[in-house]
C-alpha cells in the first residue's frame, strides 16, 4: 500500500489548526505554486497536485475526521474521486503503478492480462473564481483560464510520431505486468520497460516527446449560480481534462472567491444588515429606509426597541443555491443598533439631564429580585 502522506504537513498547518486556517494556509499554497505561475515547472507542478488533495481532505470535515482517525482510502494519487486537482496525474508513474496493480493483482495471485490499454476517465480540475458580492447574489458568467492537459493534435494522444505506430511491449508482450518467482510466492509489478501500458513508441512524436498529451490552457466561460458563497465549490461535470483512449472527461470544480459587502453579511441562508437609529427612534419608534438586495424599502421602527432587535424580511434574502430552478429564497434579517454619541454638545447634555430626571428607576433590580439574602444585601448596600 501507499504510504499516507502528511496532509497537515503539506499544508504546513498545524494538527489543531481551524478550518479558517487550513483554508488560509491552502490560498497561499495554491497561489504560489499555481501552474499559471510557474509554467513547465514539473516541481511546482507535484507540490501544487499535492497543495490540492491535501485541502480536499483537511477542508471537508467529513473526510478531515476520516483521516484523522486514520482510516479512509487516503493513498497518493488514489483519493476518493479518482485523485483531485490532478495536473500531474497524467504522467504515468512507476510507483503508483504499483500500487494499482498490487491491488489489482495482488494477493490471490489472479493473473489479469491486458490486452490493449484501458480507456481513462479524464483528471478533476479545481479553479479559483473571484467575484464580486453582486455577482454571487445574481448568478454570472464569467471568463476562466484552465491550465490542462489535453490529447496532442499531432499524434492525436497515440504518443507514436505520425506514420508510425506504438508497439506492444515485447518484455511484457502487451500485458503491463511482470511476474517474478512462481506459484505462490510470484510478485506482479508494472512492466519496467513500458511502465505498464503494454507498448512502447519507438518513434516519440516530436511534439509531446511520446506522452500523447499536452499542456494547454483551456479558456472558458463558466455561470456561476446565483446564491454561492465565499467558499463555495460547484461542480462543471465534464468540464475537466479530456479521458485518455475514449475514456470521459473529468469534472471541474470552481471554488468561489465573494468580494464581502460592506453593507450585508451573510448569516447561512441568509443576509444580516447593522440598521444604526437614534436614541430619539428606539424611544419615540419611527419609520427607517433600509437597503434590500431590490433597492431601498422603509421599516417601521417600533417605540421601545431595543438595541439589538432583528426585524426579517423573508424570502428577499439570496437565493438558496440548493434550490435549484424553484428560487426559494433566505431572509434579510435587519439589527437595530442604537446609535451612541461618542461625545455630547451642551444641549445634548441638557436634554439627557432632563430624561434622566424623569427616567430614574433602577432597571437592574430585577437582577436581585430572586437571588435571596445574599442579592438583597447587594441591593441595599447600593442603594
Ligand atoms: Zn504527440
Ligand atoms: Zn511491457
Known amino acids: 500500500m501507499a504510504s499516507r502522506p502528511d496532509y497537515y504537513k503539506t499544508l504546513g498547518v498545524d494538527k489543531k489548526a481551524s478550518a479558517e486556517d487550513i483554508k488560509k494556509a491552502y490560498r497561499k499554497l495554491a497561489r504560489k505554486y499555481h501552474p499559471d505561475r510557474n509554467p513547465d515547472d514539473k516541481g511546482a507542478e507535484a507540490r501544487f497536485k499535492e497543495i490540492s488533495q491535501a485541502h480536499d481532505v483537511l477542508g471537508d470535515p467529513e473526510k478531515r475526521k476520516q ?13 476518493p474521486g479518482g485523485g483531485f486537482g490532478g495536473f500531474g496525474n497524467f504522467d504515468f508513474d512507476a ?43 445574481s448568478g454570472a458568467q464569467v471568463p476562466l483560464s484552465v491550465p490542462m492537459h489535453s490529447s496532442c493534435p499531432t499524434c492525436h494522444g497515440t504518443g507514436a510520431k ?41 518513434d516519440p512524436c516530436p511534439t509531446c516527446q ?51 459587502s460592506p453593507v450585508f453579511k451573510r448569516k447561512g441562508d441568509n443576509l444580516e444588515v447593522e440598521v444604526p437609529i ?37 424570502g428577499e434574502g439570496p437565493p438558496k443555491l440548493a434550490s435549484g430552478s424553484s ?30 430626571a424623569t427616567m430614574n428607576g433602577d432597571p437592574r433590580s430585577r437582577l436581585f429580585a430572586t437571588s435571596g439574602a445574599r442579592g438583597q444585601g447587594a441591593r441595599d448596600g447600593g442603594s
Open 67 to 79: 483521516y484523522d482517525s486514520g482510516s479512509g482510502p487516503f493513498a497518493t494519487g488514489a483519493g
Open 210 to 260: 511520446g506522452s500523447g498529451a499536452v499542456r494547454t490552457v483551456k479558456k472558458l466561460r463558466v455561470n456561476i449560480p446565483a446564491g454561492v458563497r465565499d467558499g463555495s465549490r460547484i461542480r462543471l461535470a465534464g468540464k475537466g481534462e479530456p479521458g485518455r483512449r475514449g475514456g470521459p472527461p473529468g469534472d471541474l470544480y470552481l471554488i468561489t472567491h465573494v468580494t464581502p
Open 327 to 356: 428560487r426559494q429564497r433566505g431572509d434579510l434579517h435587519y439589527r437595530f443598533v442604537i446609535d451612541v454619541p461618542e461625545k455630547l454638545t451642551k444641549d445634548q447634555e441638557a436634554a439627557v439631564e432632563t430624561l434622566a
Open 162 to 202: 505520425p506514420g508510425t505506430q506504438p508497439t506492444v511491449c515485447p518484455r511484457c508482450e502487451g500485458r503491463g505486468i511482470e511476474t517474478q518467482g512462481q506459484g505462490m510466492f510470484s510478485i506482479s509489478q508494472p512492466c519496467s520497460r513500458c511502465g505498464g501500458s503494454g507498448t512502447i513508441i519507438e
Open 278 to 314: 437614534t436614541i430619539p427612534e428606539a424611544l419615540r419608534g419611527g419609520e427607517v429606509q433600509v437597503p434590500t438586495l431590490e433597492g431601498a424599502k422603509t421599516l417601521r421602527v417600533k417605540p421601545g426597541t431595543k438595541h439589538g432587535t432583528v426585524q426579517r424580511l423573508r
Open 95 to 137: 510507483s503508483s503503478m504499483g500500487d494499482i496493480l498490487s491491488n489489482l493483482f495482488g494477493g490471490g495471485g489472479r493473473s489479469g492480462a491486458r490486452q490493449r490499454p484501458r480507456s481513462e476517465r479524464g483528471s478533476d480540475l479545481e479553479a479559483q473564481v473571484s467575484i464580486t458580492f453582486d455577482q454571487a447574489i
